[in-house]
């Protein structure tokens, strides 16, 4: 998988001695704009660099370098042979150029040390590369979507970015879309690339509210120019997973490159179905339809690759780490479909989803242990620093659980918890966030506080049968939510099945 080539010198470049190495990824291969020299290459690597191509990525290791200003000469070159930015990461961990909280009436930037539960103590570790899996030769490109399939997402996703709050939608119109969004699923990896520069997403949770929000001050994903990688987790406590799914998934068919839509734990059936999902599919289609829409969203989640790989370096799932999993060949070989997400059948898969980092950094907490959730694993700091060493990581990117701050670090920086949901189930008052991950792979972290918002009117759903939502992640303590008698004042909505009740409340 690596291969030696000749220098390219780029015109009137200050270092003549610019020698360079390419070693391609995934046994992708990638073209230069311009003439090879024919000088040899040199050995003695000094410095690795790394950066996107039409078809793929290319990690270029530059030599003979013995100063600063000669190895900025050399990255020149790099910039100007091959048309495109190097990746530069003289850090162990990726940094924060700036924290930007969005209100309604401003938008400012926030200190880290304002943020100090977020952001934990930063420890040092070298850093080992390794090749990334090679690409499945059975995965085939999907047929091309028609003209008017394609019209008929972009008036879903008009439709939902204009009016989602009395968004309607017909049953029919539901599946056509599921129908068209599942083929580009299906021919997805489990382990998808993606090239910066990248909006994550945590947890949405139904909350639509808060995406319109991040959309509106943080960009329109129908204009602009970014990726979108979503962490799972569209479904249940609020009544609004219906148009995110349609937004995301017409959004999908339209730029299917663009937008990533990974799996979360709330996308299984047997857990949608007690945690809200269900019922309102049955609220919004009736109770004839709404099952058939529901178990074709779940067919559909079925086919939800379980994680993205950004920059090369940066790698996105939606719970965490577990025992099985030590390289990223281990995810890249997870075969879908994969309807029962179970530990005695799909451990791996199960674990992914469900896991969560240690309350505490300390490093002589055992590796894995069980957890109160009763699945998935708890790991401590060691597993990440590890798997980051081994895989050429600078940083792992997970949701699974709401944060006061919006997200948590963990593993000194080299992991973090994204939640987007703010005020997670009506009750939490924590921030919702999500992390942009530059061209150049500076992160930029933007944040939305529920306190002193206008309110935004969203009906959450409660059963008695439920799992209560997953306390607030802190340093060492979890807090558990405790509902006012002002915050719960229950609206009974259109008559569902099961017992639940629907309770509207402002966010």
């Not at 091959?82 to 926030?110: C, G, N, W």
């Not at 083929?183 to 909350?207: A, C, R, T």
């Not at 990688?229 to 609020?238: E, H, I, S, T």
């Not at 898969?349 to 950094?361: C, F, G």
């Amino acid at each position: 998988q690596t291969c030696a080539l000749p220098i390219y010198q780029a015109g009137d470049v200050p270092c003549p001695r610019a020698y360079h190495t390419a070693q391609l990824v995934g046994g992708r291969s990638f073209y230069a704009f311009g003439g090879w020299n024919g000088h040899r290459v040199c050995t003695g690597l000094w410095k690795s660099v790394c950066f996107p191509t039409t078809q793929g990525e290319a990690r270029i290791a530059v030599s003979n370098a013995h100063t600063r200003e000669e190895t900025g000469s050399q990255l020149q070159a790099v910039h100007i042979a091959f048309r495109a930015t190097p990746y530069i990461q003289p850090d162990e961990y990726l940094p924060v150029d700036r924290v930007v909280l969005h209100t309604d009436s401003s938008t400012r930037l926030i200190d880290e040390s304002s943020l100090s539960e977020a952001f934990h103590r930063v420890n040092s570790a070298t850093r080992e590369d390794e090749l990334l899996p090679p690409p499945s030769d059975i995965i085939t490109p999907p047929q091309p979507v028609s003209q008017d399939d394609l019209a008929l997402c972009e008036t879903v996703a008009q439709d939902v970015m204009a009016n989602w709050q009395d968004f309607h939608i017909s049953p029919q119109t539901v599946v056509k879309i599921i129908s068209l969004a599942q083929p580009i699923l299906q021919n997805e990896p489990s382990l998808v690339i993606v090239d910066p520069p990248v909006k994550i997403f945590g947890d949405l949770h139904g909350q639509m509210g808060d995406l319109m929000k991040f959309f509106s001050r943080c960009g329109n994903p129908m204009h602009d120019k970014y990726n979108y990688v979503f962490l799972g987790d569209y479904v249940d406590r609020v009544s609004c997973a219906i148009p995110i799914l349609c937004l995301l998934l017409a959004l999908k068919v339209k730029h299917p490159k663009r937008f990533i839509l990974l799996r979360g734990n709330h996308e299984i059936f047997t857990i949608n179905q007690r945690d809200g999902f269900y019922h309102e599919c049955n609220w919004r289609f009736g109770d004839s339809a709404g099952p058939q829409v529901w178990n074709h969203f779940n067919r559909l989640f079925a086919w939800m690759p379980p994680s993205a790989l950004v920059g090369r370096t940066v790698f996105c799932l939606h719970g965490g780490l577990c025992p099985g999993l030590e390289t990223l060949n281990d995810v890249y070989n997870i075969q879908r479909p994969c309807h029962n997400v179970s530990e005695q059948e799909n451990q791996l898969l199960h674990d992914i989803l469900w896991s969560d980092p240690a309350e505490s950094e300390d490093p002589s907490l055992p590796e894995f242990s069980a957890s109160s959730r009763g699945a998935g694993k708890v790991f401590n700091s060691r597993v990440v620093e590890r798997f980051c060493k081994r895989n050429g990581l600078k940083l792992i990117v997970r949701g699974h659980e709401p944060c006061q701050d919006g997200f948590d670090y963990f593993a000194g920086r080299r992991l973090i918890t994204l939640f987007s949901a703010a005020n997670y189930g009506g009750c939490m008052g924590n921030n919702g966030a999500i992390l942009v991950v530059e061209r150049n792979l500076r992160v930029d972290i933007q944040l939305i506080n529920p306190l002193g918002e206008s309110e935004t009117q969203q009906i959450f759903l409660t059963n008695p049968e439920s799992r209560a939502p997953t306390p607030i992640r802190r340093t060492g303590v979890r807090i558990v939510p405790r509902v006012s008698a002002e915050s719960s004042n229950t609206h009974h909505a259109p008559p569902s099945s099961g017992g639940f009740s629907f309770a509207k409340a402002g966010k």
